[in-house]
């Protein structure tokens, strides 16, 4: 059974920092792009930060130089560094696992989703 359980969000003020993560188990983890998505009150859900199986990364403009995804073979873990957050990143953010691309259609496993909070 296909499992992605997301951890460690919460309420942070502007500036401060959160560590995500994502514990994934019942699929060959090491073959799927991993990834972390973002949907605000009332828009879609959009890639935050995404990594492929063989460590490549990728980042929407809006957070690269401030978050940073990684990914444990052995733990079947992907962690997702937030730092200098900011009032905007605020949303229910998601793992998701998928062998085909980022696009969420082409997402082949979702995770429950986490609220990050981040106050002005």
């Known amino acids: 059974q296909v499992q992605l359980v997301e951890s460690g969000g919460g309420l942070v003020q502007a500036g401060g920092s959160l560590r995500l993560s994502c514990a994934a188990s019942?699929?060959?983890?090491?073959?799927?792009?991993m990834g972390w998505y973002r949907q605000a009150p009332g828009k879609q859900r959009d890639l935050v930060a995404g990594?492929?199986?063989?460590?490549?990364?990728t980042y929407a403009d809006s957070v690269k130089g401030r978050f940073t995804i990684s990914r444990d073979s052995v733990k079947s873990l992907v962690p997702l560094q937030m730092n200098s957050l900011k009032p905007e990143d605020t949303g229910v953010y998601y793992c998701?696992?998928?062998?085909?691309?980022?696009?969420?259609?082409?997402?082949?496993?979702w995770g429950q989703g986490i609220l990050v909070t981040v106050s002005s």
């Open positions: 998701a696992a998928s062998l085909r691309g980022y696009r969420p259609d082409l997402v082949d496993a």
């Open positions: 019942g699929f060959p983890f090491h073959l799927y792009r």
């Open positions: 990594i492929s199986s063989s460590a490549a990364t």
